[in-house]
């Protein structure tokens, strides 16, 4: 048990020492209609490393782990459950964003991050 709150603090500081924590937890979607307080926070990864320290830390914290874009979709979807005993968090892939893999003349596939805007 020690060693999971050692692992949990730890991560904690990591996060927060590197600056992936928006200390703004009210997330809106594109038009404002749809906003959630995420009471864990909003965090934004600058790697794979960080993604998976916040996954990580989100799994032994059993907290609810929203994904968000730009926030375009209509709907409540990305909307976080504020009211969770565990409570709630919010993670932006904006930051991970490389191409991995460009096409070629046989393979028309385009291979790249998560976080990566069509435009
Ligand atoms: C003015 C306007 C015009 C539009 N026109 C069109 C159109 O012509 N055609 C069309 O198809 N759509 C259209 N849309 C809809 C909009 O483009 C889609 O809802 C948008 O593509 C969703 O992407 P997002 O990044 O905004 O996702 P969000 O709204 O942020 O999230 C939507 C869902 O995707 C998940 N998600 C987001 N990013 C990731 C990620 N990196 N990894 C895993 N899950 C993720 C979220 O958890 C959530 O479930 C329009 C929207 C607007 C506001």
């Known amino acids: 048990m020690w060693s999971f709150t050692y692992i949990l603090i730890l991560n904690t500081f990591l996060l ?16 404002k209609r749809q906003t959630c307080t995420p009471t864990n926070g909003i965090h934004q990864p600058a790697s794979i490393d960080e993604l998976v320290q916040i996954v990580t830390v989100a799994e032994f ?10 926030g375009h979709s209509f709907s409540q979807i990305t909307l976080t459950d504020d009211g969770r005993v565990n409570g709630s968090m919010i993670v932006n892939l904006d930051n991970i964003k490389k191409v991995l893999k460009l096409p070629t003349d046989n393979d ?12």
């Open 16 to 31: 927060t020492a590197s600056g992936t924590v928006d200390p703004s937890t009210v997330w809106t979607d594109w038009d």
């Open 108 to 119: 028309h596939t385009v291979t790249v991050e998560a976080g990566i805007r069509v435009q």
């Open 61 to 70: 914290m059993e907290t609810q782990l929203k994904t968000v874009g730009s």
